[in-house]
């Protein structure tokens, strides 16, 4: 799971995948879920492709009972998230190149213990929305999640002498 999950895009197509497989049906917010829940079902749905809920319907829950009661039926929801800390690259992120090196331009994303990201190799993943155009000749806006797995970035780490207050004022 965690190689299948290199951002919270690819985690959430990873557990949609599975749980497809476990017998989920997806459901989508945009659309009425009355008549599509039935007791016994599981479902799940996502938003912006970076979060997922799922949950299942017990098999003796009646929700006009429930409603009888002035009570939702009582249900248990489970949840976790898909993001970590992490380099986020900027949407314009290429930078003039310095000394012959390309540069991007990143932003911290979470409470990580950066330090430990500097000098050393890092991948790129996440997505991409291309501008396309769709059958009916219209334009579009189509998502690929990209996951380059080589090493291709570094995030490289000012020079000890450089850095003089490191020794007093840490990291």
């Not at 951002?7 to 599509?36: M, N, W």
């Not at 016994?40 to 098999?59: C, E, H, M, P, Q």
């Not at 009972?65 to 248990?76: L, N, S, Y």
Request: charged share 20%.
């Amino acid at each position: 799971f965690i190689d299948a999950s290199p951002s919270p895009f690819h985690a959430t197509a990873t557990i949609a995948s599975a749980l497809l497989k476990a017998g989920y049906f997806r459901i989508y917010e945009s659309a009425p879920f009355k008549g599509c829940l039935a007791p016994g079902g599981k479902y799940f749905l996502t938003r912006n492709d970076s979060s997922i809920v799922a949950f299942a319907v017990g098999a003796k829950f009646d929700a006009s009972a429930a409603a009888d009661r002035g009570t939702p039926g009582g249900f248990t929801v489970f949840a976790a998230h898909t993001d970590s800390p992490c380099l986020k690259l900027k949407p314009v992120a290429k930078a003039p190149p310095k000394a012959g090196f390309v540069q991007l331009g990143v932003e911290c994303y979470g409470g990580g213990l950066w330090q430990t990201w500097f000098d050393r190799d890092l991948t790129l993943a996440g997505r991409v929305v291309v501008r396309s155009t769709a059958p009916d000749k219209t334009p579009a806006l189509t998502a690929h999640l990209v996951h380059i797995a080589k090493p291709v970035l570094r995030v490289p780490m000012l020079a000890i002498h450089l850095n003089r207050e490191i020794s007093t004022d840490g990291f």
